[in-house]
């Protein structure tokens, strides 16, 4: 990118402070600033019409919602470099950034010199995390809250991008119990807010895994069959009726497992790459996406998985597909009753 003209695009909803970005940058050589927004809409036109190599933005602008979006930009445009200048000092927000695709993130209140020096360092591949947050990113997180089954039931509508009245929808509550509810989530995790702590759940996804007793609370027959402690099993099924069940059958069957649940491949990638489990049960039709595939990236990732997919509709070619994807077992889902569950788990730690 070095011998050509890099395309920028300046986002943040005060003129004071893109003037200020876009002075500091006209010295520079081969930048050029193709536009100026001071929204998400317009910023989501603007990327759409220009074919830019860098987005500096903040991210507290109208009409755009951090993380959701951030994921949603570097999904859309993988190519586009985002550099981050907030003055919003949240390690856990800033975590839930960089999780979400942002390359660097920069403080307003660091010498120009430096936001120079970030957009050098992300155009050549590298990240960039202003000084003053560098220390407590790379501080060992301890104590990592546990929640209760409502908390999770909240926490997990929260990531879903729920608002409090289809909370209170969903999870058959009154708008007022749903506000009590996230007071005591956002103390729970030592957040302020709603978007921290979106920050915080998404940076730590281990956090919504119920444990397998509350998993199979509803059922009348909970013995212990396998003694193994913390066994981190993932559920990758688009279906939702059917990963609570499976997470409830699973509950049963080992009652000191973690279980994990995800409905596409992004979000399966992302919480193996954060927890590392010992098993995953994959579909093999994720909505529009498929299984096979996200068996072969789940197995690049953790190799030491063991990967189950699983199918409605069995079939030779997609048995054959999926154990050359990396996976270790084919399972028709009329086949997945408790004796073949736990035969599973068995063989998957040992």
Sequence with gaps: MADQTIRIILADDHELVRAGIRNALKDVANLEV????????????????????????????????????????????PALRILIVSAYDDDIYVQGLLSAGANGYHLKDQPLSDLKLAIERILTGK?????????????????????????????????????NR???????????????????????????????????????????????QVAAQDSVFTRDYLVAERTRILIVDDNKRYRKQLSRLVGIAQSQAMIYEASDIQEALHIAEKVTPHLVFVDVVLGNEDGISCTRRLHLKVPSARIVLISAYPDREFHRRGLEAGAAAFVDKKDMDMATLRQIIEDAIG
């Design 127 to 163: 990240r960039w995390v202003s000084s003053p947050l560098l220390e407590k990113l790379l501080s060992p997180q301890v104590n990592m809250p546990v929640l209760s089954k409502r908390q999770v039931d909240i926490a997990q509508c929260l990531t879903n991008g729920l608002g």
């Design 166 to 212: 289809e909370i209170a929808l969903q999870l058959h509550l009154s708008i007022k119990t749903v506000e009590n509810h996230l007071t005591r989530l956002y103390n729970q995790l030592h957040v302020t807010n709603r978007l921290e702590a979106l920050a915080y759940l998404y940076e730590h996804p281990e956090i919504l895994a119920l444990p397998a």
């Design 34 to 77: 193709v536009s100026e927004v001071g929204s998400g809409v317009e910023l989501m036109q603007a990327l759409d019409l220009l074919d830019a190599d860098l987005l500096i933005m903040d991210i507290n602008m109208p009409g755009f919602e951090p993380l959701s979006e951030i994921h949603s930009i570097r999904t859309r445009y």
